[in-house]
Each structure stands twice: as C-alpha cells, then as structure tokens.
C-alpha cells in the first residue's frame, strides 16, 4: 500500500456503486500508517523537510481511508433502506462487500424491517395485525389451559396460606406427627426442605423462599423452609422441633 493507490480507491468510491476491495485493504492501510510513523520518529527532527512530508503524507493518509469508509458506509445503509422497501433480490454488487460491511448490511435492514413492522405495518395493514393479535392471544390462552406451569415438586403451589400447626403452651415440647404436616407438602419431603419451628417471639410478617409470606405469633408451631428457619434460629427467635 502507498499514497497512490490508496488515492485511487478514494477517487473510485466517489461513484455510487460499490467497488471490490481486498479481504486486506484495511490492514494494509494501517500497516502503512505505521510504517510512515516509524519513519517520523527515526528522523526526529520535526522540522526537517523530509519529516514535514512525511507527516503530510502520514495525515493525508488518514484522511483518505477515513473518506473511504465513509463513503462505502453510506452506500451500504443506502442499499439496505432500498432493499427494506424492495421486493426484489439485492443487487449484484453486494458480493462487493467486507464481511464485515456485510454485517453492517444486514443490521441496519433487520432495524428498518423491525421498525417498519411495529410503526408502519399497523397503518398500511391493520388487518393483518389485528389477525395475529388474535393468534398470540389464542396461543396464549391454549397455554393457560394446558396447565403449563413451572414445576412444583413439593406442592407449595396449591398452598394459598401457611398452616400454623400448633399454638403450645409455653414450656411445654409439642408433639408433632407427620400425620400433622400438610399433605401438599408432602412427608417424603419435610425433613429436607422443609422444618418444623415453634416460634418464640410474635415476627413481623416475611417472605420466605417457597414464596409465601408468614405472619407468625410466639408459640405458633409451623412448617418453613429450612434456610428460613435455620435464620431464625440464629436470631433466637425460634427453636427446630427434631422429633417428628
């Protein structure tokens, strides 16, 4: 690469179709932005003749490669409003492009069309939006009656309250069966996930990790998840019952 024939891409991007570059055209420019740099600093004396024509040559460089991407920028963001509106296939001239431009091409086209279909579509075909208003609206309810929820396991879900299973006297160890324990939670799974705690101060109402709030009183005997619990516990606010 040197000054003129980088001047001679400039002056062939001026027309309005593109024009091929090389796969290297880019870093060969840089390549010889560089070297013209290291020729500036081995002479070290800006104000030598041969430096100043350096420089020149180092800025007119910059400035044409800066001209040559702008231009074909432009011709590209023009082809792709034209193609955006167009029901015909590109023009020959798009195998002209860098892989990159390329990209360049197809993102600023898919912004237009999605642009386009969410501010224009519903002016020139209100039909066919309201159509597939209708669609998403009927997909959706099919979903909600084929019952296609997140997994519940444990049953937390079907729980609409936190079931106090107990209120004890204070001093006295309650006596808690697993036949006491809510089926929806499910015996298998209690002493996994989930504790049973007497509570012994009146707790602002939480919520805790199976999602439910808990307004619970001193004495109250309840079922909590096993990380909720093992936090009360700390704060001496509640004691684990470990016979089930």
Known sequence: MDRTELKDVMRSES????????????????KYIRELE???????????????MLEDELQSAITDVEVI??????????????????????????????PAERQIYDS?????????????????????????QKSVSSLESTSENAGLQEPDPIGIRGMDKPKVLERTVPGRTPEISKENIPDVIGKSNINEEFVVVRILKDLPTFKALDNRNYALSAEDVVVLPTLNAQGL???????????L
């Open 15 to 30: 027309s309005s179709s593109l024009k091929s570059l090389g796969s290297d055209f880019y870093a060969n420019v840089a």
């Open 108 to 132: 600023v086209l898919s912004a237009i069309n999605s642009a386009r279909g969410e501010l224009l579509e519903p002016i020139l075909n209100p039909e066919m939006i309201t159509s597939a």
């Open 38 to 52: 290291d020729e500036i600093r081995f002479i070290n004396n800006p104000r030598s003749v041969e430096s100043r």
């Open 233 to 243: 516990v700390k704060r001496n606010v509640a004691h684990i019952i470990t016979k």
């Open 69 to 98: 991407f702008l231009r074909r920028i432009k011709k590209i963001t023009t082809r792709a409003t034209s193609n955006a509106f167009s029901k015909k296939s590109p023009s020959q001239d798009m195998d002209k492009l860098l």
